[in-house]
């Protein structure tokens, strides 16, 4: 097997890359968080069982930790989402069990869930499991209204093909071993 000129490093380096980046600061957090909030009502607001279910949960707090990642929200009387106010104590609390962004990132492209430890309210998992089993966002849609059906059609398609090629190159590079 040919050697690259420019050896890629192996998840381990990888990892220690990702470490040695600085923490963003706390306002660049908040807006992340934001639009991640953004873009779940966006997905929740086309499917109306997902918003009754959320509305009869609202006030309570869900803390979502992966790695340093933590993530407060909670269902709002509309059946939405927003950020809880940190100071407010977990109704439920989700704490993913893989520690490598990178290894969790492979997970969620193949479409597999990560292992995750749940704490906190029953009938709250319960359905916050129906909603990531069930809420998917239609990206096709949303972009035909912008580009039209067939415009939409073709760039779904063409991301899906970047995406499986990416699985591939992600699957052989996470897999080999150290050298």
Partial sequence: MNQSPFPLPGPEGLQRLIDALPQPPDWLKT????????????????EPQAMDRLRRQQGKVVVLHAGQFVFSVQPTPAGLLGLAPASAPPDLRL??????????????AQGDKPPVDIQGDVQLAAEVAWLVDNLRWDVEEDLSRLLGDAA???????????????????GRFVRREPQ
């Avoid at 704490?95 to 969620?108: A, E, I, K, R, Y």
């Avoid at 779904?156 to 093909?161: C, N, P």
């Fill in 95 to 108: 704490t993913v069990q893989m520690t490598s962004p990178l290894t969790l990132l492979q997970t969620l």
């Fill in 152 to 170: 939409a059609y073709q760039l779904v398609a063409g991301l899906k093909t970047l995406r499986e090629g990416l699985q591939t190159f992600a």
């Fill in 31 to 46: 807006e992340a968080q934001n639009r991640v909030i953004l873009l779940l009502n966006h997905v929740l607001m086309q």
